[in-house]
């Protein structure tokens, strides 16, 4: 069987430095908010190029805490999008605030900025702009109508780790960014943990104490804060594998130009390249009339195959409550797209077998 996931196999391909990374956390006995995060924390923001990072626990605690520090909360709205983990979301609706979705592009699934300004409000304060999949949304034109209304940016970077736009990494370009190190990610911890990036240094500062029940000495809130912290192990683990990520970046970029070449022919629809200029594929989503039939011939053949993803957000039962305008190219989108296997460790063989089954699939209809 081909997984379309495998995060063990990322454990292996760099089992030396985690292990090493492991053992010295070990034998420290700091355990959490040591020496470990608060390197990696200044590694990845240099990485992304951001001054700040504030390691959390996860990156739905990342989004909830970087509305929060922005002081979004009952009565507010923000704008996202439906198509995403519904992470996005769940993040906004924990800080009271009350989601707003637009419309997606049909051919990148990303956020379609030009829908934008219908959907503000005077309550709006913040735009969450996903960069699903690997790819970055058109920030300059979501970034012009934010400005435009002062309205905060929190981009959710929790599948894009080290995509550009427009030469600059994604995760830099608005107030805050988020991200996710959910082991199956570009980045992935062995556990769950994520980030929050700023250029602001008092937005930084409210995030550190919001992390850790607000203190801002300990033992004393000086506000209702949260208890949401990267832990040592994460953070050495994530230190050891961020040096590789632009390597295991490019090696899913080649596999999805051999799937790209490969499947050309049989017409599915591979990933479409947008106005971000760069993909790090973290999902590889391609789009299929008869997305069922092939997902059942994938299964059958050894193949994983996994919807990313099946139910729009505003159709689930917990958010149906919401009042939404037609999101008719995101309801479409979720009746055709499926993820095929995509991870830096597929070996060419297994990419071949991917191929060959898809076209056959599509024949066998």
């Known amino acids: 069987m081909i997984l379309y996931s495998n995060p063990k196999a990322q454990y292996e391909a760099h089992r030396q ?48 805490l970087a509305l929060a520090v922005c002081g979004v909360g009952p009565g507010d709205e923000v704008i996202t999008v439906s198509h995403t983990a519904v992470a996005t979301v769940a993040a906004i609706a924990l800080t009271g605030a009350t989601p707003v979705f637009v419309d997606i592009e049909p051919d990148t699934f990303l ?62 370009l608005g107030d805050l960014s988020c991200f996710s190190f ?66 295991d970046n490019a090696k899913r970029k080649r596999i999805a130009a051999l799937y790209a070449e490969g499947l050309f022919a049989c017409g599915l629809q ?32 050894g193949v994983g195959s996994a919807i990313h993803y099946p139910v729009p957000v505003h159709l689930q039962p917990a958010y149906r409550e919401l009042s939404f305008t037609p999101l008719p ?7 055709k797209i499926c993820s095929l296997p995509m991870y830096p460790e597929l070996t060419d063989e297994q990419i071949s077998t991917v191929i060959e089954t898809a076209n056959r699939a599509v024949k066998a209809r």
């Open 17 to 64: 430095e985690i292990d090493a990374a492991i053992a010295e956390v070990l034998n420290s006995g700091w355990y959490i908010l040591g020496s470990k995060v608060k390197r990696f924390e200044e590694e990845f923001a240099a990485y992304i190029g951001a001054g700040y990072g504030v390691g959390v626990a996860s990156g739905t605690d990342a989004l909830t």
């Open 111 to 172: 956020m379609d900025t030009s829908r934008l300004e219908s959907a503000i409000t005077t309550a709006t304060r913040a735009i969450v702009p996903v960069h699903l999949y690997g790819q970055a949304v058109d920030m300059e034109g979501l970034l012009q109508v934010a400005h435009s209304h002062n309205l905060r940016v929190v981009e959710d970077c929790a599948q894009a780790h080290g995509a550009m736009y427009k030469g600059r990494r994604v995760g830099s």
């Open 182 to 247: 959910y082991p199956t990610k570009n980045l992935g911890a062995i556990g769950d943990g994520g980030i929050v990036l700023t250029n602001d240094a008092e937005l930084s500062a409210r995030l550190r104490h919001a992390r850790e029940y607000g203190w801002a000495e300990r033992y004393v809130s000086h506000f209702r804060g949260w208890n949401s912290r990267l832990d040592e192990l994460q953070a050495a683990i994530l230190s050891a594998k961020l040096k590789f990520l632009d390597e």
């Open 270 to 301: 591979c990933p479409v390249l947008g106005k971000g200029e760069d993909h790090v594929f973290h999902l590889h989503v391609i789009k299929s009339e008869q997305r069922d039939h092939l997902l059942d011939f994938l299964k059958q053949n």
């Open 329 to 335: 190219v995101t309801e479409q989108t979720a009746l």
